[in-house]
T-cell receptor, first 113, second 111 residues
Framework: DTAVSQTPKYLVTQMGNDKSIKCEQN?????MYWYKQDSKKFLKIMFSYNNKELIINETVPNRFSPKSPDKAHLNLHINSLELGDSAVYFC????????????FGPGTRLTVL | DAKTTQPTSMDCAEGRAANLPCNHSTISGNEYVYWYRQIHSQGPQYIIH???NNETNEMASLIITEDRKSSTLILPHATLRDTAVYYC????????????FGTGTRLQVFP
């Protein structure tokens, strides 16, 4: 009965590859987010979607493309992976705005070799 | 950019109260104070938030000074499981579209 789940938990890949990370929430929330936490532990918002519509796109390279097939899912596709993309990616959800309690997933640790 | 200042790290003995300070001297009248924590390798977890009144829930208490320029998160009886990084966040408004996480305070609870 995990509230926010992500797959995979670990992802190791070569530079230049394309990969996807999936996120699902079963809380009935209408807003979902992707955050990136780098090696220095800075946690930064990347995207947010409300009712499948893009609300925030925080100067993220266009190699990153979020896709929200429905309110319960927000997937992150990354093209042409670079070394600097190595990080932990967290998905989160909230009901309504970001000021409401956000529930975070367990994270996906991406390592680009 | 984060608008809060927190100590880098703190220690607390198990069973004692942990008082985590946060400075937000440039806070505006309609900005809320949020606290989240991140236990090692896990996703952040919401703790509490407030505007100007003190708040308490099952996890913690939030004390906001009268001038709202600083606040303190209180874990009344810290346990080893409270060891985590604690983030103090000031939102643009309650209806903000995003929260900006700073560097946080690493709280170490020791036996």
């Amino acid at each position: 009965d995990t509230a926010v789940s992500q797959t995979p938990k670990y992802l190791v890949t070569q530079m230049g590859n394309d990969k996807s990370i999936k996120c699902e929430q079963n809380l009935g929330h209408d807003t979902m987010y992707w955050y990136k936490q780098d090696s220095k532990k800075f946690l930064k918002i990347m995207f947010s979607y409300n009712n499948k519509e893009l609300i925030i796109n925080e100067t993220v390279p266009n190699r990153f493309s979020p896709k929200s097939p429905d309110k319960a899912h927000l997937n992150l596709h990354i093209n042409s992976l670079e070394l600097g993309d190595s990080a932990v990616y967290f998905c989160a959800s909230s009901q309504g705005r970001a000021g409401n309690e956000q529930f975070f997933g367990p994270g996906t640790r991406l390592t680009v070799l | 950019d984060a608008k809060t200042t927190q100590p880098t790290s703190m220690d607390c003995a198990e069973g004692r109260a942990a008082n985590l300070p946060c400075n937000h001297s440039t806070i505006s009248g309609n900005e809320y104070v949020y606290w989240y924590r991140q236990i090692h390798s896990q996703g952040p977890q919401y703790i509490i938030h407030g505007l100007k009144n003190n708040e308490t829930n099952e996890m913690a208490s939030l004390i906001i000074t009268e001038d709202r320029k600083s606040s303190t998160l209180i874990l009344p009886h810290a346990t080893l499981r409270d060891t985590a990084v604690y983030y103090c966040i000031v939102s643009v408004t309650y209806n903000t579209d995003k929260l900006i996480f700073g560097t946080g305070t690493r709280l170490q609870v020791f036996p």
